[in-house]
C-alpha cells in the first residue's frame, strides 16, 4: 500500500489515489484518467507511423526502443521507420498491414491519452470497431496523394454508426504532394461535406507529415508556412476541455471495481458526466439504493476533494454501507437513466455468421455484460453500398447497419446516445468473438424516481420460470398490443377480432377491455384526469403482468394521453415485455356519425361531463407502431394488418423454439 497522507478527518486515511510515481497508481486502483483516441484511415496512409511519431516527439517510449528500431533498420539498409515503433510483429512488417487494434498511451502538457490504433485492412475492419466503441475522439488520416478511398468513407461511416462525434482530420503526406496549399484545401473540402453529411463534422483538418515530423508536434513554418492553424497535438489538447465541458449533464458514475480497506468501504469508476459533491445522495442502478456521499477522492490528488467533474477517475466513500458492485451506475434522483430491459438502437454487424432473430449475444455496456436477443428488425442498411434494404428481414449480415430491437435478459442501465455518449454505446458479443456494436437511438426516461426509490423492506420475488422459457413452451412470446383512439373508432371490433384469429392460431390471448375494468379493478375511479391517469396506469401494469405469464394482450383503452401511454410502453420494455402501440384513426366526425351507444349524443347535451374529443381531450400518438385508418379501409383489411404485425412480434422460428430451452430450463 502507499503511504497515507495526513489525514483530514478523524477517522478518514486517503488510500486510493496517491500523487502518480512513475506511471502508477495504488496498488490494484484505477488507472490515470486518459482521453481514448481512436486513429482510423485507409491502409497505407500513415497511421502506424503517425502513432509512432507521436510516442517518439512526446518522449512516452520504453528507453532504448528508438535505438533498437535504428539498429534494425540499418541492419536491413533502409532509413528509420516510426511506423517499426508499433510493429512489434515480424508477420506484420512482412505483409506491411496492421492485423490489430493496439493501445498505448502518452503524456503532453499534462494530459494522458490513450491511442487505438484501427485496421485499414478490409479483412480487419472488426478490429476497428473494437477501438472506435470505446473512443471518445477520432483521427482520421488521409493521404494527402491519393486522397478520400474507399476505406476511409466507410471508416468515417462507421465513426458516425457508432457514435464517435468527435473527429481530427489529419491530411498526412503533405511531403508527397510538395506540400501545396491548394491540394490540402480540395480535400478539406472533400472530407468536410463527406463527414457533414454523417452529421460528425471534424473540429479540425490540419496537414502534416508523419514522417518528416512536420505540423505533427512542431509546425512547420518553412514547409507549411501557409498553416495559421494547430499541430496535431495542439488540436488534440483543445479538444480536452471541449470534451470536458461538453460532458456537463446527468450525473453518471459508472462502478468499475469496490475495494475494502479495514471496515471501508471504497467505490471506484470513472464520471462520465455530471458532477458530484460530499454530501449529494446517489442513487445506484439497477438495485436503487441511495446514500450520501462521505468522501471523493481524484487519481493523482493524494488530498480528498469536496467537489469533482465529468471525465474523471474517483473513488467515493458513503455513510451508509449500501450494496454496489462493478457493473452499477450512479446517479442523483433527479435526472435519472433508464433502467430497462429493452432497448432501441443502431447496431453494425461484423461476424461472418449474421445475426439472427432471437439468436443470444453478450452486450457490452460500459462496465455491464448482460445476455440479449435480437426481437425485432425494423430497417437495414447496406454498409459497404450504402443501399437500404427495405425487404422483411430475419437476420442482420456482415457488414449492414440496422436499426433494431434488443431485450436483454436482466435489467441494463443506459441513456440515449445523443444524451450521454458513454452509457449510450455498446458492443455485441458472440462467445469469444467481436461480433459488432451500436448506439442507443432513444430511451423512456422515467418521470419521477421518488416511488422507486422509497419502500426499501418491499422485494420482488423472482419466479424460476424465465420469460424465454414461457415462450419456446408456449410456442410464442408474450406482448401487449394497445389499441388507443376515440370512442367509436373501431378499438373493441378490432380487439374482439384479432383475439379470435390468434387463438385460432394457437397463440394464448386476452382483451383488456377498458370498460370491463371499471367493473372491478378500477371501479373506485371517476372520469377526472387524475383518475384517468390511475386508470391506465392500473391497466397498464396489468397487461404488463400478464403479458410477462406469456399472454398477448390487446389492451383496448381510449387512454387519450402522450405521457400514459408512454409510461406504459417504458413499464413494458423495463421488463423485456414487447409493447405495441396501435392507433385506430378516425375522425371525431367518423366517430360522432357512428355513435354505436349514443354517448356522443349525451355529451353533446351535457349529461356525460369530461367525454373524450367534446369538453376532455385526446393527444395523438407521436410515433405509433401502427396506425389503422378504420374510417378508410375495412374492418377486414385493418384486422389483417393487426394481425401481421403481432404475429411479427411474437411468432417463434421453428428452430429457435427447437433449440431454446423448454420450461424451467432457464430460471
Known amino acids: 500500500m502507499p503511504p497515507a497522507p495526513k489525514p483530514v478527518a478523524q477517522d478518514y486515511q486517503p488510500v486510493f489515489f496517491p500523487k502518480r510515481q512513475g506511471g502508477a497508481g495504488a496498488a490494484g486502483g484505477p488507472e490515470e484518467p486518459r482521453t481514448r483516441i481512436v486513429v482510423v484511415g485507409h491502409v497505407d496512409h500513415g497511421k502506424s507511423t503517425l502513432i509512432g511519431r ?29 511506423a517499426f515503433l508499433l510493429d512489434a510483429l515480424l508477420e506484420e512488417q512482412a505483409q506491411n498491414i496492421t492485423i490489430d487494434t493496439t493501445r498505448i498511451g502518452f503524456r503532453y502538457e499534462g494530459q494522458g491519452f490513450e491511442i487505438i490504433d484501427a485496421p485499414g485492412h478490409r479483412e480487419f475492419i472488426k478490429n476497428m470497431v473494437t477501438g472506435a466503441a470505446a473512443a471518445e475522439e477520432a483521427i482520421l488520416l488521409i493521404d494527402a496523394k491519393e486522397g478520400l478511398k474507399e476505406q476511409t468513407r466507410r471508416h468515417g461511416l462507421l465513426l458516425s454508426l457508432l457514435g464517435v462525434s468527435k473527429v481530427i482530420v489529419a491530411v498526412n503526406k503533405m511531403d508527397l504532394v510538395d506540400w501545396k496549399e491548394d491540394r490540402y484545401r480540395q480535400l478539406e473540402k472533400e472530407i468536410r461535406e463527406y463527414l457533414g453529411g454523417l452529421r460528425i463534422p471534424p473540429r479540425e483538418v490540419v496537414p502534416i507529415s508523419a514522417r518528416e515530423g512536420s505540423n505533427v508536434k512542431t509546425p512547420d513554418s518553412k514547409r507549411l508556412g501557409w498553416w495559421k492553424g494547430p499541430t496535431l497535438l495542439q488540436a488534440l489538447l483543445s479538444g480536452v476541455g471541449r470534451n470536458e465541458a461538453q460532458k456537463e449533464g446527468p450525473l453518471r458514475l459508472v462502478v468499475q471495481d469496490v475495494y475494502r480497506f479495514d471496515e471501508r468501504r471504497v467505490i471506484a469508476g470513472k464520471l462520465e458526466s455530471g458532477k458530484i459533491r460530499v454530501g449529494d445522495s446517489l442513487v445506484f442502478f439497477p438495485d436503487r439504493k441511495s446514500s450520501k456521499i462521505r468522501s471523493i477522492e481524484d487519481w493523482g490528488n493524494p488530498d480528498p476533494v469536496r467537489e469533482l467533474g465529468p471525465g474523471r477517475s474517483v473513488a467515493v466513500t458513503l455513510e451508509e454501507q449500501i450494496f454496489v458492485e462493478r457493473g452499477h451506475v450512479g446517479s442523483h434522483e433527479q435526472n435519472p437513466p433508464v433502467e430497462s430491459r429493452e432497448l432501441k438502437a443502431r447496431i453494425f454487424w461484423l461476424d461472418t455468421e449474421p445475426l439472427r432473430l432471437q439468436s443470444p449475444v453478450q452486450l457490452r455496456l460500459a462496465t455491464q455484460t448482460v445476455e440479449a436477443r435480437l426481437v425485432a428488425i425494423d430497417r437495414v442498411v447496406d454498409a459497404e453500398k450504402l443501399e437500404q434494404k427495405n425487404d422483411a428481414r430475419e437476420e442482420v449480415g456482415r457488414f449492414e447497419v440496422a436499426e433494431v430491437r434488443i431485450r436483454c435478459r436482466r435489467p441494463l442501465v443506459y441513456d440515449a446516445h445523443e444524451r450521454v455518449e458513454s452509457l449510450g454505446r455498446f458492443a455485441l458479443q458472440r462467445g469469444n468473438r467481436l461480433g459488432g456494436g451500436g448506439i442507443i437511438l432513444e430511451a423512456e426516461y422515467p418521470t419521477s424516481l421518488a416511488k422507486a426509490v422509497t419502500g426499501e423492506h418491499l422485494t420482488w420475488t423472482e419466479g424460476r420460470i424465465s420469460q424465454e422459457a414461457r415462450a419456446t413452451h408456449f410456442g410464442h412470446e408474450g406482448a401487449v398490443i394497445w389499441l388507443t383512439g376515440l370512442s367509436g373508432s373501431g378499438k373493441s371490433t378490432l380487439a374482439v377480432a384479432l383475439e379470435s384469429l390468434l387463438f385460432r392460431r394457437g397463440i394464448a390471448s386476452m382483451i383488456l377491455d377498458g370498460d370491463n375494468l371499471r367493473h372491478g379493478l378500477c371501479a373506485d375511479l371517476g372520469f377526472s384526469l387524475e383518475d384517468r391517469a390511475e386508470n391506465i396506469r392500473r391497466a397498464g401494469e396489468v397487461a404488463k403482468l400478464m403479458a410477462e405469464s406469456g399472454l398477448v394482450v390487446i389492451s383496448s383503452l381510449i387512454s387519450p394521453l402522450q405521457k400514459e401511454r408512454s409510461g406504459v410502453r417504458s413499464a413494458c420494455h423495463s421488463a423485456g415485455v414487447g409493447f405495441a402501440e396501435v392507433y385506430v384513426d378516425a375522425s371525431l366526425e367518423e366517430c360522432e356519425k357512428r355513435d354505436p351507444r349514443g354517448l356522443y349524443k349525451k355529451a353533446r347535451k351535457g349529461e356525460i361531463r369530461g367525454f373524450t374529443g367534446i369538453d376532455s381531450p385526446y393527444e395523438k400518438p407521436e410515433k ?16 389483417q394488418k393487426l394481425l401481421q404485425h403481432v404475429l411479427a412480434m411474437v411468432r417463434l422460428k421453428d428452430e429457435d423454439r427447437e433449440s431454446g430451452e423448454g420450461p424451467g430450463g432457464q430460471i
Open 54 to 82: 507521436l510516442l517518439a516527439d512526446t518522449q512516452s517510449l520504453p528507453d532504448g526502443k528508438i535505438e533498437s528500431v535504428e539498429k534494425a533498420c540499418r541492419e536491413e539498409g533502409m532509413p528509420f521507420e516510426y
Open 624 to 639: 405509433p407502431d401502427l396506425i389503422l385508418p378504420t374510417s378508410k379501409e375495412s374492418v377486414e383489411i385493418s384486422v
